[in-house]
Each structure stands twice: as structure tokens, then as C-alpha cells.
């Protein structure tokens, strides 16, 4: 079996296509998804707008994606048009596994220009080819995937048409999605209406094959197998209700009334009865809720047609349900539904209606700055859909606004204490005023406030009453890095926990291709570095690393049973985050100091693009000289 060592280059701006040989230094230190497309992303210039032609957009697979046990993905890194940050988003489903099959030896597809008007890229046979697109114009993500019925197909909606900066990448109908950050704007951006791989997905050797059984195996066995077998992530809306961390309405409490109506068990009793292929996933262990046998993503009919094929997985119900005060299982799936064909990032959207919410109530917005025929309020499932349908569209001063996150809709109407976020980036499952440890993942998280680069906080709920201060620093910074180097390889991400250096190093001797186990492990920290380096080269600083004033007040008690209380005192945090710096050998401002950068292999980056820290800067915040 060939290592891939290839990328296909498009210009979309020229109309060409070439294919040129990845450096080997890049592949040994990064090797492929978020690390390689952090290093493409590098050799941009500072400061470029995301939605400009400039900006570059990867489409980027692992060297064993398809063949692993999981669900299988592809990543899509950009420069967020959202945050201005370093983005790294994923998506998983068919159009994952034939992208792999049909990039030949090829590692991604690395995008930059803009086309004249839409077009398609064809994958296939290692090559790609540039077609125009027009009669795709303005096709939801459902109806641009009917178009290609024997491919697999990434698009974006009318959202990312729109240039709504969380308008997601949209494959396999709408069942799934590269969702947070806008990567669906940069593409939209430059007239890419579709990515479309026509090869089936890679043939598995037999070596891999038995490597495959036998972690699929460990898996399974595993506390986050055991996890997911019970509901898949619907299990997340349980346990952040049964702790505390439940974003219930806006971000006023803790814990919904509702939240029994929104879990595993109405999934299930929905799911029930739905015929499904034998391990239609490599490896099985992800719960198969397409027709197709992917697991599902948030649709389950709305009044455009989409079928109802899926139940929607744990941030929908959160985001759309909870956070908006629904605890109707059908009218969460619809607005689900809505979301995924539109193209739009479940987690912003909820968060920007609910925003709207409470402006509304706190008299910033009225009925004249949106087209809902009545004052916006929860558990409005009506007006809900009725807002994210002016988002995506951007037809009224409102939607148009929130079609630039909540952070710009704050700036124009005001209400920035209402709805939290991260670098701009709307907080997404948890809240942190239950979870200090989680309130440092959000705070450090390379894309913004998401939840998928640590979750520390299911394991807070037991053991961080016992945790020190430098235990909790650690947590996040090691989950940090786990995550990171898993997505190098471009795996499903619940595999962080089983899926170490050693066990990915049989896999690549597997393949031919020897790795040491302890390179294998730096992975993750240089990836994650580096990503560093990028956004403090964007202008990032220590001040982006911070708590949103939303989380400094205590939320309040409440008939939900929530006790209330827990905002984020600033002091503690600061002290967190210094002890989160020490331990990446970081210095105060947050900088990577020389000697981490000479540790990781990062020393050879541009020098006049590169900001780094002095050792002598690390933080001390024992007092005793030890950095």
C-alpha cells in the first residue's frame, strides 16, 4: 500500500489544478489534517481576510483515513471568517471515506482564489477537475447532494452562499458537517458550491484490517465506547443537565425541565424499527442512523422535504432545545433539520437566537429590526425557525447582523454580556460557571469557544474536587494535544483515549511507513503550537484567552432546579491560566518560548512571522524558580 505524499493545488482564480509532492519535512512532523493544513495555512501572509481570495481552504484526509476504527472523517482548515483564528473543522460520513479513495495519493486538496461564479471540484483517480456550477445556485444541501447520485458530495447552502460566517460544509445530504467556524463562508466566498469525490472508498489490506478489529475491539470496551453505545452524544444532554452545566435559555441557568424530553430515550423510541446494513462504519462502533448506515446529524424532516431519516446528535438538542427553552423532541429535530440544509452551525445559530431572545427582552431589538410577526421569546419553536431562515438569507437588519455572529450583532444593537463567546466563537454544550477546568478549555481553545479541543469536564464532575490547580492546567493542555495529534490522522476524535502514540505507530509500520512513538507523541503539542503561533501572528494576545463578563455572574435559581450561582471569579481564572501557560512553557503574554519551538521542530517557521517568548517570561506561580 502507497503512503500518500501528494496534495492537489487549486487556483480557482486561474482555473487550474496542479499536483505537487508534499515536503517530507512536513509530513514526518505533521502528517496530514489539521497538523499539514496548519503548515499550508502558515506560509500565508499575516492578516489576510478569510473571505478574500487569498485565503486558503484545505480539504485534507489522514494517511490511514478509511481504514481506521470510527467513524471516518476529513477536515476542512481555514482561516475562520467567524473569529479571525486558525480553523480546523470535521466532518464524517461517506463523502470522508471517498474523498480518501478518490485523492489517490494525495493527501487534500488545497484551495485558494475565487471562481467567477459557481463551481464544482471533481475528485477523482488522484485528480481533480474544475466545472461550472451555476444550475447549483441557491440548492439547499440536500438537493445539491441529489444532484451527484453516484459521488459523494461536501457543498454549502444557501447559508454559505450568503456569506453567513458560521454557514458550515454541508456532505452526505446534510447528515453531516464540517460546522463550526464558517468554513461554508470561505467557500461560499469563493463560488466553490460543491466538493464531489467520485471513487469508492480506499480498499482496507488485511494487516490493517486485523489492526482495525482489534481497536474497534478496545473501543468498545473503553468508558467512551461504553458511552456512546448507550446514545451516541444525545448521552451529553443528560449528564450536563444532571451536573449543572446544562446552557439552559440564553445562558440564564444551569439545568432544563425539559431535558428528559430531549435525550437518548425519545431518540430511541424514534430510531426503533429502522432497518440497517451490517458495520457500516470501519470498526462498527458509532451508532448508524442514515439509510445509508452514517450517524446522523441533525435533520429529521422540516418543510423543504428532508427526509426523516435521523435523530439529531448531542449539541442540537443543547443548542436548539435547552438553549431555547424547547422541549419538544420533533420541533428541536426540525429546527435541526432546518439548520442542516440551510448549511448553519447548529451551536451559533442557537446561540444567536437566543441572543435575540434577550435583547428583545431587554428592549435592544424590536419587531421592526426582524420579520417574526410578534416578540421573540423561549420555547418559541415558530419564531425560532422563522429567525434562523432571516439569518441565512440575511434579509432584515437582525438576521443580517447575527449572520456575522453574536458578537457582531452586539456591537451594532448592543447586549455583549448577553450570550457568551470565545475569539468570537459562540460557547457550545457546557457551561463552564459548573466546570472551572472546562472554563479553561473554552478560554484556551485554538478556534474559539468550542467544546471538542478538551472536554475535561466529564471527568471534573468526579475528580476535579481533588484536582490542584496545576492538575487542572494539565488536564486541558494533555487533552489539548491528544485531540490534536488524533486529528493529524484525521480519526473520529472519541478514539483520543485509546489511540496512542504506540498503538498509531503499529499503524503506520502497517503501512510501511516506521514512526517513532515518542515523535508520535510530540504530535499533538506541535500541532497545537503552531496553530498557536498562527493566531498570535494574527494578532491574538493573552486578552483573547479570557471569560466572556456572561460567565462572571452567577446564573440564577431557578424552577428548573437549578440552585444558581458559580460565576467565574477573574482572580482565579487569571491564576488558571497562568499555570496552563508554565506548563506549555509559554511565557505571560502566552507566547511559545525559543526552546519549545527548537523541542518540537518548529524552529525552521519564518522568522519575521514568528512570535515567540522568552524562557525568562514563562510564569512562575509557585514562587520557587521552577518553570
Known amino acids: 500500500m502507497t503512503v500518500p505524499d501528494r496534495v492537489l493545488r487549486v487556483d480557482l482564480s486561474a482555473g487550474s489544478v496542479r499536483s505537487e509532492r508534499v515536503p517530507d519535512a512536513w509530513r514526518e512532523r505533521y502528517v496530514g489534517g489539521k497538523g499539514l493544513g496548519a503548515r499550508y495555512l502558515y506560509e500565508m501572509p499575516a492578516g489576510v481576510d478569510p473571505t478574500s481570495p487569498a485565503n486558503r481552504l484545505a480539504f485534507l484526509v489522514g494517511p490511514l483515513t478509511g481504514h481506521l476504527p470510527g467513524e471516518p472523517r476529513y477536515a476542512a482548515v481555514t482561516k475562520s471568517p467567524l473569529t479571525g483564528a486558525f480553523l480546523d473543522s470535521y466532518g464524517g460520513g461517506s463523502f470522508a471515506s471517498r474523498l480518501a479513495g478518490s485523492l489517490g495519493d494525495a493527501l487534500g486538496v488545497v484551495i485558494e482564489g475565487a471562481a467567477d461564479g459557481p463551481v464544482a471540484l471533481s475528485v477523482g483517480d488522484g485528480e481533480a477537475t474544475i466545472a461550472f456550477a451555476s444550475d447549483l445556485r441557491g440548492l439547499d444541501a440536500a438537493e445539491t447532494d441529489a444532484r451527484f447520485p453516484e459521488a459523494a458530495v461536501a457543498c454549502v447552502g444557501p447559508a454559505g452562499e450568503a456569506g453567513v460566517r458560521y454557514a458550515t460544509v454541508a456532505s452526505d445530504g446534510g447528515d453531516h458537517h464540517a460546522g463550526r467556524g464558517g468554513a461554508g463562508a470561505v467557500m461560499g466566498s469563493k463560488n466553490l458550491k460543491a466538493v464531489v469525490a467520485r471513487d469508492p472508498p480506499p480498499e482496507t489490506p488485511p494487516a490493517l484490517r486485523e489492526l482495525r478489529d482489534r481497536d474497534a475491539e478496545r473501543f468498545a470496551d473503553s468508558d467512551a465506547g461504553r458511552w456512546l453505545a448507550a446514545g451516541d452524544t444525545l448521552e451529553t444532554v443528560s449528564f450536563a443537565d444532571e451536573t449543572g452545566v446544562l446552557p439552559t435559555r440564553g445562558w440564564q441557568a444551569r439545568r432544563f425541565a425539559g431535558a428528559d424530553d430531549l435525550g437518548v430515550e425519545p431518540a430511541t423510541e424514534r430510531d426503533a424499527g429502522r432497518e440497517r446494513p451490517d458495520d457500516p462504519v470501519p470498526g462498527g462502533f458509532r451508532v448508524p442512523t442514515g439509510d445509508d448506515g452514517a450517524t446522523g446529524g441533525s435533520h429529521e424532516g422540516d418543510e423543504t422535504g428532508a427526509p426523516d431519516e435521523t435523530v439529531p446528535r448531542g449539541g442540537t438538542p443543547i443548542a436548539l432545545g435547552a438553549g431555547l427553552g424547547i422541549g419538544d423532541f420533533d420541533a428541536v429535530a426540525a429546527l435541526g433539520g432546518r439548520c442542516d440544509r440551510l448549511g448553519i452551525d447548529v451551536i451559533s445559530a442557537g446561540n444567536a437566537v437566543a441572543w435575540a431572545v434577550r435583547a428583545s427582552e431587554a428592549g435592544l431589538i424590536d419587531r421592526s429590526d426582524h420579520g417574526v410577526d410578534r416578540e421573540l421569546s423561549f420555547g418559541d419553536e ?162 483573547d484567552d479570557r471569560l466572556p463578563e456572561a460567565l462572571r455572574r452567577d446564573t440564577e435559581s431557578g424552577a428548573d432546579g437549578d440552585r444558581g450561582g458559580d460565576g467565574i471569579d477573574p482572580a482565579s481564572f487569571e491564576a488558571l491560566l497562568d499555570r496552563y501557560y508554565a506548563y506549555r512553557d509559554w511565557d505571560r503574554e502566552g507566547r511559545p518560548t525559543t526552546r519549545l519551538l527548537d523541542r518540537l521542530g518548529l524552529s525552521d517557521l519564518p522568522d519575521d512571522a514568528t512570535p515567540v517568548g522568552s524562557a525568562a517570561g514563562v510564569p512562575d506561580p509557585d514562587g520557587d524558580g521552577d518553570r
Open 382 to 543: 415558530a419564531a425560532a425557525r422563522a429567525l434562523i431562515g432571516e439569518i441565512a438569507s440575511r434579509s432584515t437588519p437582525l438576521g443580517d447582523a447575527l449572520a456575522d455572529g453574536v458578537e457582531a450583532a452586539a456591537d451594532r444593537f448592543g447586549g455583549g454580556d448577553l450570550v457568551p463567546t470565545v475569539k468570537g466563537m459562540e460557547l457550545g454544550s457546557y457551561d463552564p460557571r459548573g466546570a472551572e477546568t472546562m472554563a479553561l478549555a473554552f478560554a484556551t481553545s485554538d478556534r474559539g469557544g468550542c467544546h471538542r479541543r478538551a472536554r475535561p469536564v466529564e471527568a471534573e464532575a468526579v475528580a476535579a474536587p481533588r484536582w490542584s490547580p496545576a492538575e487542572r492546567a494539565a488536564a486541558v493542555a494533555d487533552e489539548q494535544d491528544r485531540r490534536a495529534a488524533v486529528w493529524c490522522l484525521v480519526a473520529d476524535d472519541f478514539l483520543a483515549d485509546v489511540f496512542g502514540p504506540a498503538t498509531a505507530a503499529e499503524w503506520f509500520a502497517a503501512l510501511g511507513d516506521e514512526r517513532d512513538p515518542e515523535d508520535l507523541r510530540l504530535l499533538g503539542e506541535r500541532t497545537w503550537t503552531l496553530a498557536r503561533l498562527f493566531n498570535l501572528r494574527e494578532g491574538f494576545t493573552r486578552a
